[in-house]
């Protein structure tokens, strides 16, 4: 990477216009103090005739010695692994390489985390800059944090700008809980079946509990999540005029002490599988949470960071939230978080203490205010809702050459594909679904496997042909399943 002495005739102006400047072929990395670099637009940019490339058995020796020699201490893998227990080494772009020399096509982004690629240049010197400024000063104001705040207020929706800085997804929703109780004294909460929205007390009581984790906390309550493929109800959009958001109302009136702080969920259910709700959903519940003064609370640590072809995921259906949540993508593989508040409610969470270890330490701030400017720099809502319907094109062809794949879904890179025994009867086909994870990855497809269903989450910033290879491979791999297990 080239650096240059900053131009600083350039800095009159506002920063934003600093920052979306391009010379040529180069994009201008930052405006962070005395130095600015460039870097390739083509960064990323491989040869798509040799990528993936499989040397080993995978996974291969060295992925086994390490892994099995981690796993005598790490307990509680996630399925990704146990499946696939490879050990990676680099990533570069939509690239991984693991430790023993194969380079796979990343369909998982981390975990929906590097969405704009593996090491992209411009992020990775705006966390070197900080590890090497200044790493931590608890929540003191930094250049670089006011910086970061001024750019999340430009960009959220509405005026969802009262904003707290966290280090993961969990804590930031255990914020956005706190936000809303305190704001409408209230105190219990709706979630839905089968959304995610991570591992501490409060968030695990918003999910699905299974035996390991018991009860869940007193005041949550769950409903259930529009999913048209699976109607709870046995309905069909339109003719249901989304009567799952008329149920909502039995489970206020039925089930809560009708003193409910929010509804919480996720714009685009992740972990179940990019469930999409139907386009009149948001609104409906919009005007249901008003009827009630119950705020509404997106959780958007998955779907946003243009991961779904807006900045945000509400954004598709033009409705504003009183809350949401931002993680993942947000410092592209850097821990950071936000939970951002309606001007409202900011004076109430003036109480509620943002103070954490790590939460907008400079490195963090950077890493996110960086982010931030490659999606508009590069386009990348623009660039996540191309790839999404190229490959969700592909995709439905898949669907219909295959008698396993019951559905495909999704919106811009946050896609699945759903595998079933029989396309009538819809019966959830999970051994199948680990089958084609393995045989795809064996193949050079590192990706996500989720029971009956496969996730796709490739980086925004990959390109088309190797998008529509790694999807050659999820056809071969369902067509040798079928042989094996039809
Ligand atoms: C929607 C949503 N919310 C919250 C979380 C929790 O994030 P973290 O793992 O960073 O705590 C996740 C993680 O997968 C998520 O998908």
């Known amino acids: 990477m080239k650096i240059v002495p900053r131009d600083k005739s350039s800095l009159k102006g506002n920063r934003k216009v600093l920052t979306r400047q391009t010379k040529g072929d180069k994009f201008r990395v930052s405006s962070f103090k005395g130095y600015y670099?460039?870097?390739d637009k083509d960064w990323a940019k491989v040869d798509i005739n040799k990528v993936p490339s499989i040397k080993t058995v995978v996974p291969g020796p060295k992925s086994k010695e390490y892994h099995d020699r981690a796993s005598k201490y790490m307990k509680g893998y996630s399925n990704q692994v146990k499946l696939f227990p490879v050990a990676f080494e680099s990533g570069k772009g939509s690239v991984l390489t693991d430790v023993d020399g194969n380079d796979y096509i990343d369909f998982s982004s981390g975990i929906y985390v590097t969405g704009l690629g593996h090491c992209h240049p411009k992020i990775s010197e705006a966390i070197a800059h900080y590890a090497g400024q200044l790493m931590n000063c608890h929540d003191f104001t930094t250049k670089?944090?006011?910086?970061?705040?001024?750019?999340?207020?430009?960009v959220t929706q509405g005026d969802?700008?009262?904003?707290?800085l966290y280090d993961s997804g969990t804590t930031a929703v255990e914020a956005g809980l706190r936000c809303a109780r305190a704001a409408t004294g209230n105190f219990e909460f709706i979630s839905f079946w089968r959304d995610f929205h991570g591992k501490t007390m409060g968030s695990v009581s918003l999910a699905m509990v299974d035996s390991s984790q018991g009860m869940r906390a007193p005041g949550f309550y769950q409903a259930p999540r529009p999913n048209c493929y699976r109607c709870p109800f046995k309905m069909t959009h339109p003719e249901c005029n989304c009567y799952c958001v008329d149920f909502i109302e039995n489970v206020i009136l039925n089930e809560t002490s009708q003193q409910l702080a929010a509804i919480v969920l996720e714009p685009v259910q992740g972990w179940n599988?990019?469930?999409?709700?139907?386009?009149?959903?948001?609104?409906k519940l919009r005007v249901l949470c008003d009827k009630y003064g119950i705020l509404l609370f997106a959780d958007e640590v998955?779907?946003?960071?243009a991961r779904t072809g807006k900045m945000f995921c509400?954004?598709?259906w033009d409705t504003i939230p009183d809350i949401t949540t931002i993680g993942k993508g947000f410092g592209n593989g850097f821990p950071v978080t936000a939970m951002?508040?309606?001007?409202?409610?900011?004076?109430v969470i003036e109480n509620i203490s943002a103070s954490s270890s790590y939460g907008g330490n400079p490195m963090a701030c950077a890493a996110a205010l960086a982010s931030l400017e490659v999606i508009e720099d590069e386009n990348l809502c623009e660039r996540s809702e191309h790839l999404g319907n190229i490959m969700l094109k592909r995709m439905e062809k898949i669907k219909n050459n295959h008698p396993i794949v019951g559905d495909v879904r999704g919106k811009g890179?946050?896609?699945?594909?759903?595998?079933?025994?029989?396309?009538?009867t819809k019966e959830p086909f999970e051994e199948a679904g680990k089958l084609v994870y393995r045989k795809a990855f064996e193949k050079g497809l590192a990706w996500v496997p989720s029971r009956s269903t496969l996730r796709l989450s490739p980086p925004l910033i990959m390109d088309d042909d190797m998008a529509l290879k790694g999807l050659d491979i999820i056809d071969e791999a369902i067509g040798e399943v079928e042989k094996e297990l039809l």
């Open 37 to 39: 670099s460039m870097y």
């Open 144 to 154: 670089i944090k006011m910086e970061l705040l001024e750019k999340l207020a430009e």
């Open 160 to 164: 969802l700008n009262g904003i707290q």
């Open 273 to 283: 599988g990019s469930v999409v709700p139907p386009d009149d959903y948001m609104p």
């Open 302 to 305: 998955l779907t946003g960071m």
């Open 314 to 316: 509400m954004e598709h």
């Open 340 to 347: 951002c508040v309606s001007d409202k409610f900011k004076d």
């Open 413 to 424: 890179c946050l896609l699945a594909i759903e595998l079933v025994k029989d396309k009538t």
